[in-house]
């Protein structure tokens, strides 16, 4: 069954489920050899997955974030490195088509190629010298304009999904002027290749390559946007990152409760978890968990209930989310791991994996120390204008 035609939320839910249960068979394999888990996309291709996200007046799902984030943690329950993956293409393709942020028959002839053809986009915006985006950093890559078409020349980082993108979507500066533009970027074009550079001991299975631009030359209308200077618009479809290192933490819990449960040295009666100190580190697991899914889903929910005007302010928010829930998500694998002890780290346990992901997560976007400051600078604000 297809995804777009359940009758339900809770059946999409159930659908995304089981296949997702899938992946935790390859998880470990994929991560070991570095290597790309395509049969995951395969997978959620067949259920339409790739489609929910795209606004039903041009033939997709429509869905909330709410419910955008439901899945997004039932994937990384299992896959971690494939629910973060796939979360971009989800988020950004929303996210276009409700912004209507390009010309609609650009963005209409994308999204069909997603719709009929399976195609997966993502923002390629990281180089070397100048790290992530959000920093401000000004791209080195360059597009020239030549003869009726952009010639791009570069080297990004980062290129999550880049074994099956179909559309990298390239930000780069525009010579002879200060602009930086946005280009889609088919991935078959002569001049598009891929680098194998990555070797991260998290999230290995995210194909998060080099992708390298030599003389590649677009249409005039794959120019589709221009980087704006200033404060970037607040982005709900960015809660897929806290809800993907949520759903990482749940699973450690899982493994967690499951070894306590079955454990039972000689030198007690019954299993581990009967005993206080166990059960005190799995109370502050759940407490952790439980305070992150409440903060996570009313903030979608409160995305998606509000107009342009108020989604505009969310932005502290929407940082915060991010922040609390990754550093919980962080803190809960560590005490599941205790929970478990020195076995945790053997190669065999899932809990080494789920630790190496879920730290993946401080260095995705947006990074603590910016919204710390921005959340201080709130709260002066605020309370100045209180007095």
């Not at 995804?3 to 390859?26: G, H, M, N, V, Y």
């Not at 002839?109 to 790290?131: F, M, W, Y």
């Amino acid at each position: 069954m297809d995804t777009l035609q359940a009758s339900d939320q809770s059946s999409r839910l159930d659908l995304t489920r089981e296949t997702a249960k899938r992946f935790k068979e390859t998880s470990r394999m994929h991560d070991e050899n570095i290597s790309f888990p395509f049969e995951n996309f395969e997978a959620l291709k067949e259920i339409g997955y790739h489609k929910l996200s795209i606004p039903k007046e041009y033939g997709g799902g429509g869905i909330s974030i709410e419910e955008l984030m439901r899945h997004q943690e039932i994937i990384a329950r299992y896959d971690g490195a494939t629910a973060l993956a796939i979360g971009w293409h989800m988020g950004i393709i929303m996210d276009i088509g409700e912004k209507r942020a390009w010309d609609t028959e650009k963005y209409r002839s994308v999204v069909q190629d997603v719709l009929n053809d399976g195609a997966l986009v993502n923002n390629i915006a990281t180089e070397p010298a100048t790290g992530s985006p959000t920093r401000g950093g000004r791209p080195e890559t360059t597009a020239q304009k030549k003869n009726g078409k952009w010639i791009l020349n570069g080297r990004k980082t980062f290129a999550t999904l880049s074994p099956i993108l179909k559309y990298a979507i390239v930000s780069a500066t525009i010579e002879g002027s200060d602009e930086v533009g946005n280009f889609t970027v088919d991935t078959a074009l002569e001049g598009v290749t891929v680098e194998e550079t990555w070797n991260s001991i998290a999230m290995r299975a995210t194909g998060s390559h080099d992708l390298l631009l030599e003389n590649v030359a677009v249409e005039e209308d794959d120019l589709v946007s221009y980087r704006t200077p200033g404060k970037k618009q607040p982005a709900g479809w960015l809660l897929h990152i806290p809800a993907c290192y949520l759903g990482i933490a749940r699973a450690a819990q899982r493994s967690a409760v499951q070894f306590a449960k079955s454990y039972s040295p000689n030198s007690i009666e019954g299993t581990i978890s009967e005993l206080p100190n166990v059960q005190e580190k799995l109370g502050r697991i759940e407490l952790m968990l439980m305070e992150s899914e409440h903060f996570l889903y009313s903030v979608a929910r409160q995305w998606d209930e509000s107009d342009d005007e108020m989604r505009a302010e969310m932005g502290g928010t929407l940082g915060a989310v991010k922040t609390s829930v990754v550093n919980k998500a962080v803190d809960a694998v560590d005490l599941a791991m205790r929970v478990v002890g020195a076995k945790s780290l053997s190669e065999d346990s899932d809990l080494q994996l789920h630790y190496r992901n879920v730290r993946a997560g401080i260095h995705n976007p947006p990074m603590d120390d910016m919204v710390m400051v921005g959340l201080a600078k709130s709260s002066i604000s605020r309370i100045n204008e209180d007095d």
